[in-house]
C-alpha cells in the first residue's frame, strides 16, 4: 500500500468518525418521544426525566388555576390511563375539558411537568357545537 493511498484512507475514517460523533451527540440531546398516556403509564418509572410529548384529552372537571396566577393543573387521560400536569403560562383559547392536547415536557413521580409553551390543543371542529362559558373563562375552580 502507498503513502498516499494511507493518509487517504487514515483521513477518510477520521472524517467519519467525527461525522458520526457530531451526529451522535446532536441526537441524543434532541430525542423527544411521542407517545399517548396509555403507553407512559403503563411503566412510568421507565419515562422519568425524558422529554416527551404526551398526547390525549383533558379529563372534564380537571383543570384548575391558581389564583391570580397562570398556574394550572390538570388531567389528561388515554385508553383509561390519567396522568397529572402542571403548566405555568398562558393556554390557548381551544384548552378546555374534552379538549384533545399534546403536552410536551418531562414525566417525574409528582406528574408531568409541560415546559414553557409546551400545551397544544387542538382545534374543535367547526361542525361540533362549541360550548362557551361565562366571561370565556377555563378554569372552573382554585386548588
Known amino acids: 500500500m502507498s503513502k498516499k493511498t ?12 467525527a461525522f458520526a460523533g457530531l451526529l451522535w451527540t446532536t441526537l441524543s440531546e434532541g430525542t423527544e418521544y411521542y407517545k399517548h398516556v396509555d403507553e ?3 411503566e412510568p418509572a421507565a419515562w422519568y426525566g425524558k422529554k416527551l410529548q404526551l398526547h390525549g384529552h383533558v379529563v372534564d372537571g380537571s383543570i384548575l388555576r391558581k389564583r391570580d396566577s397562570l ?13 397529572t400536569a402542571s403548566y405555568a403560562g ?10 384533545e392536547v399534546v403536552v410536551k415536557g418531562t414525566l417525574g413521580p409528582d406528574g408531568f411537568v409541560v415546559e414553557p409553551n409546551g ?5 374543535p371542529s367547526k361542525y361540533e357545537s362549541a360550548a362557551t362559558g361565562p366571561n ?4 372552573k375552580s382554585s386548588y
Do not use: E, W
Open 90 to 99: 398562558i393556554v390557548p383559547d381551544t384548552f378546555k375539558d374534552g379538549a
Open 136 to 139: 370565556g373563562t377555563v378554569a
Open 71 to 83: 398556574d394550572y393543573r390538570f388531567q389528561v387521560h388515554a385508553n383509561g390511563k390519567v396522568v
Open 40 to 42: 407512559v403509564m403503563s
Open 119 to 123: 400545551v397544544m390543543a387542538k382545534c
Open 6 to 17: 494511507a493518509k487517504i484512507g487514515l483521513t477518510s475514517l477520521a472524517l467519519v468518525l
